[in-house]
């Protein structure tokens, strides 16, 4: 049997250590987009989510709406790390990759059918304690335009739409 000098072994040694490491995390870049009616209920707006980042600790998610005339009406980034917060004691996020596949899911769910509601607000609802904004709440009933909703947590769910008065998107709900 041959043996290689000890210098030899440990110069080895050093060198997959150093390269197992320093081995570069992967950006994740995942996006949806989906075309809706919003800003006018005749013409499409372009929803869009991405999830950014290379490890869960500092990863986000960025929603924004693009009008039909091309003009970004709304752009709100979550933090991945608040998200996760909300989320670790009801579910299995110990390890890095259950983290981000938890995170993928968040996106892949972000533009489901079910977050688009038309109108945003029917003849029949009324406004509560969870209603910021009485007065726009009125104005989208009126409008009957779409609204959007989505979660920044576990217990946290954001209702919006576009204001036609206000020309922006604003929170007419907030709730668990």
């Known amino acids: ?5 000890l ?19 992967v950006a994740i870049n995942i996006e949806k987009t989906a075309l809706k009616s919003f800003t006018d209920t005749a013409q499409l707006d372009t929803f869009k989510i991405a999830l950014k980042g290379t490890e869960s600790k500092n990863m986000s998610l960025l929603f924004t709406i693009t009008s039909y005339k091309s003009a970004q009406v709304y752009k709100k980034e979550i933090k991945a790390e608040e998200l996760l917060k909300s ?36 003849e029949q609802e009324k406004p509560d304690n969870n209603t910021p904004d ?15 909703d989505y979660r920044l947590g576990k217990d946290t769910k954001i209702y919006i739409a576009w204001s036609a008065k206000d020309q922006k998107v604003k929170i007419y709900y907030k709730c668990c």
């Open 7 to 25: 210098p030899l072994l440990f110069v080895a040694f050093v060198i997959t250590s150093c390269t197992t490491k320093n081995e570069k995390k």
């Open 87 to 122: 989320y670790l004691a009801s579910a299995d996020l110990k390890k890095e990759d259950e983290k981000i596949k938890f995170l993928e899911d968040e996106v892949n769910f972000f533009l489901d059918e079910e977050h688009f509601l038309m109108p945003a607000i029917t």
């Open 1 to 5: 049997m041959k043996s290689f000098p």
């Open 134 to 148: 009485k007065a726009f709440y009125e104005e989208l009933k009126a409008s009957k335009l779409n609204g959007f």
